[in-house]
């Protein structure tokens, strides 16, 4: 079969079985030879620093202790109207031991948005920055758009550029989203 997109699912877990729910299911995944339906499951943690006795000891946290993220291969449904994931797909990750449903209406798997998956940080979208401090930029999006400026700072990993420009005489920094600027022509 044939995908046309992979959404982002929550299953939800018992307590303290994330990491186990994840490797049952890769393993699931590797004997049936389903990386085309299942491509990954994540168990979302941070890296936390913790001092004990004037000790610094750094720890990895689950960010929601319960939930495990699984991205799964989806179709369009010509009954139904939606995408869904397969009959199999659901049957693997659904009676996976310690998997307690998906997160949804009725346990009925509903899929992440776009603006939550980037929200939680599960994948991060990669923008090509073709500009440097101290170019001439333009802005190609929101309330300041066609505004052009100088990029004054830039920071690829919180997906954020400053860009000095002038308004009502004054220079003025703002911050955008790295995909709303581009280089002054």
């Known amino acids: ?3 046309e997109d992979t959404k982002w699912y929550v299953v939800h877990t018992y307590s303290g079985y994330e990491n186990k729910v994840a490797a049952n299911i ?3 995944v590797e004997n049936r030879k389903m990386h085309d339906q299942i491509l ?7 890296l936390v620093t913790e001092i004990k006795e004037d000790k610094k000891k750094e720890t990895e ?9 699984v991205k799964v291969g989806v179709f369009y449904d010509t009954k139904t109207g939606e995408m869904k994931m397969t009959d199999e797909a659901w049957y693997v990750i659904r009676n996976t ?3 307690t449903g998906f997160v949804g209406p009725e346990s009925k798997p509903i899929a992440l948005t776009d603006s939550e ?8 979208k ?3 920055v073709n500009y440097a ?3 001439l930029v333009t802005v190609v999006g929101g309330p300041f758009d066609s505004f052009s400026g100088v990029a004054d700072f830039i920071d690829t990993d919180k997906d954020l550029v400053r860009v000095i420009i002038s308004m009502m005489g004054r220079e003025t920094p703002i911050e955008l989203p790295l995909d709303q600027v581009e280089p002054a022509l």
């Open 40 to 46: 990954e499951v994540r168990v979302p943690t941070e």
């Open 1 to 3: 079969m044939q995908f």
């Open 61 to 69: 946290r689950k960010l929601f202790p319960g939930y495990v993220l």
């Open 26 to 28: 890769d393993k699931v």
């Open 126 to 128: 990669s923008v090509e």
């Open 97 to 99: 031991r310690g998997v």
């Open 133 to 135: 401090v101290g170019d």
């Open 117 to 124: 998956v980037l929200a939680l940080g599960v994948e991060k």
